[in-house]
């Protein structure tokens, strides 16, 4: 469990030099226990594996002042096991119910049990800034519009195929945009 530990934080550590997520912003993590052990989703969930994970992935995000929310499995509808604190900044509603291993999946039953004061959410209305999925557990819905895939050098966590996203703002406007603050200072010194 401290090599999923240490891959963990590898991960994390490697997608917040990738995407430095400002204080606030909100991370979505979902992922497969089962996966990460070799076999099918679901079959086998793992308490130990999402303790571990948890502890390689957790500390760096809350140390930049990331909300964290950990997405619960089919069974709960990807309903996501976030801090009360997080459900008010996002204007997320709770619902009631409680995760276990076989209804919710191993993540987010250790996320409720660690988390100071946790509540279930049906839906992030497509607010994370980014996140990860851990064996293809399908976050997309979680994520704002436009995500990016970041291409870590951490590519599994135990035999579970690790994939990790970020997200930006919509480009808009046609031909004549511009896209940087750069370009858009030299567009004005062309009128100066």
Do not use: W
Not at 23 to 31: A, D, E, M, P
Not at 159 to 186: D, F, H, N
């Amino acid at each position: 469990m401290e090599g999923l530990k240490r891959q963990a934080e590898a991960a994390i550590r490697e997608f917040l030099e990738l995407f430095p997520m400002p204080r606030g912003s909100l991370f979505v993590l979902g992922g497969s226990t089962s996966e990460v052990l070799g076999e099918k989703v679901g079959t086998r969930p793992s308490l130990g594996v999402a303790e571990a994970i948890l502890e390689g992935l957790l500390p760096p995000l809350l140390e930049r002042g990331v909300h964290v929310a950990v997405q619960g499995c089919e069974h709960l509808n990807r309903a996501l096991v976030v801090e009360r604190e997080t459900a008010r900044a996002y204007g997320l509603e709770e619902v009631t119910v409680f995760p276990h291993p076989k209804a919710g999946g191993a993540l987010a039953t250790v996320a409720f049990l660690r988390y100071q004061d946790p509540v279930v959410v049906e839906s992030l209305k497509a607010q994370a800034h980014g996140g990860m999925d851990i064996g293809g557990v399908l976050i997309g819905m979680h994520l704002r519009p436009v995500a990016v895939p970041l291409r870590l050098s951490v590519r599994k966590l135990g035999e579970a195929v690790l994939l990790a996203a970020k997200t930006r703002p919509k480009l808009i406007g046609g031909a004549r945009a511009v896209y940087t603050r750069e370009e858009m200072l030299r567009k004005l010194e062309e009128y100066r």
